[in-house]
Structure formats: C-alpha cells, structure tokens
C-alpha cells in the first residue's frame, strides 16, 4: 500500500513539475514573470480560501467539462487572464487540475532559484507581522546562506510555533508538535 501511495505522489509531482516548468519557460521567453507570479499568488489566495474550489480540483467526480467550465468561471471572475488563465484552462482541459496546488509550489521554486533565492515554505498558526517576517527571513539567509523566498500559509491546530521546509529539510517547532511528545513521552512513563 505504501509503494502505491508513495508512487502516486511522485507522480503528481511529475506532473505538477512538467507543467509548472512549462509555464515558467513561457513567462521568462514572453518576459512575463511578475504577471505571473502576482496571476499564480491569487490563484494560490483562492484555493486556500475556498474548500469548494479545492474539491473542484481534487475531485475526479467532476467531468473535464465541467471542471473546465467550472475553472473558466472562476477564472474569469477573478480577473486571472493571460499566461495564467490560459494555463489553467490547459491543465483542466487535460484533466490535471488535481496537480495545481503541486504546480503553484514547483513554479515558486523555480522563480526563487531563477532569482537566486531558495523556496521555503512557512506554515504558521496565525499570520506573522512584517517585522517577524522580515526576522525569520533573516535567520533563514543566516542559515542557508541565501535570501530566502517564503511561501506562507496558516493552519490554526500547531496553536503556535511554526513548520519551515527548506528542500528535503523540515523544522517543526509548533506547539501541536511538541505536545503530541509530551502527550507521548507520558503514556511510556505511565
């Protein structure tokens, strides 16, 4: 069962990897890079705002139809044109949408290399003030040696603390983690 699973998610990673490449080859040759990145960011807004949308995109239950008519809509209500709308209405069309989430974090990836930054993604239990944002990026440069492009988001059950993944490197300081420890470190003393 673990094979199965572990080979589905690298193939949505390959997916989400081709096409993301794909998009970002387009935006550097048409020198469209800030509209697509400021397109991808409120694409990201909407489906971590909206679990309807998320199911939309999941959800195999849903014909390539109606997910492209779905996405259409919802595209252009959101104003997300150009490179980006057209990409999207690509992927729906392909029957792919389900690897979007997974697109949106390799084309940040890739956009932070381009610039010399490395990707971290941030996961907090509430929104950081600019100045501890400003602060975490600087403890992150000091310890990856680069400016460091952050992908935020929250999740209010780690209660404080923060999760950062640099690559394959993970450091979970949230409060959810530690007491999941004690809780565990108890029931051996017990």
């Known amino acids: 069962m673990t094979d199965s ?15 993301a490449s794909a998009l970002f080859e387009l935006a550097v040759s048409e020198k469209k890079i800030p509209a697509v990145e400021k397109n991808l960011k409120r694409l990201g807004d909407l ?3 909206s679990d ?3 199911r939309l995109v ?14 259409g809509a919802v ?4 104003k997300i044109t150009g490179l980006v709308g057209n990409f999207v209405n690509v992927v729906a069309g392909n029957r792919r949408l389900f690897a979007v989430p997974d697109m949106l974090v390799s084309f940040s990836q890739k956009l932070a ?3 010399g930054e490395v990707s971290a993604q ?30 935020m988001s929250e999740d209010a059950s780690l209660l404080g603390g923060m ?21 565990l470190a108890l029931k051996e003393v017990g």
């Open 5 to 19: 699973t572990s080979s589905a998610s690298g193939q949505i990673s390959g997916v989400a990897e081709r096409y």
């Open 58 to 71: 999941k959800s195999p239950a849903f014909s390539a139809d109606d997910q492209v008519a779905a996405i």
């Open 122 to 151: 941030v996961t907090v239990a509430q929104k950081l003030t600019a100045a501890q944002t400003k602060e975490l990026k600087t403890v992150l440069k000091g310890v990856v040696g680069k400016d460091v492009a952050l992908d």
């Open 52 to 54: 309807d949308l998320m």
């Open 113 to 115: 290399e381009h610039r």
């Open 163 to 183: 999760i950062v993944k640099i690559g394959s490197r993970q450091i979970d300081t949230s409060l959810k983690t530690k007491l999941s420890s004690l809780k």
């Open 47 to 49: 489906l971590k705002g």
């Open 75 to 78: 595209m252009s209500k959101a």
